[in-house]
């Protein structure tokens, strides 16, 4: 599991997928997120602006990171 370290309180679900390089655009966040192919804390989630917080672990194809507080 690969540790992602944000400066904020939260970051929204697709701008974590990019900002972790597991997409490569916007619009590729946006469809893997509403084809339910993204997963928050073992549920998936439809919802790309979903706010993730440290501690939140987000599952995507064979990628998983956990987010922490830098």
Not at 3 to 14: G, P
Not at 32 to 58: A, F, H, L, Q
Request: proline residues 1%; charged residues 25%.
């Amino acid at each position: 599991m690969e540790k992602i370290a944000i400066n904020t309180e939260f970051i929204k679900l697709d701008a974590l997928l990019k900002y972790a390089a597991l997409v490569g655009t916007g619009g590729e966040a946006k469809l893997v997120i509403s084809e339910g192919m993204v997963k928050v804390n073992g549920e998936v989630c439809t919802m790309r602006g979903k706010k993730i917080r440290p501690g939140d672990v987000v599952s995507f194809d064979r990628f998983t990171v956990e987010v922490t507080q830098a």
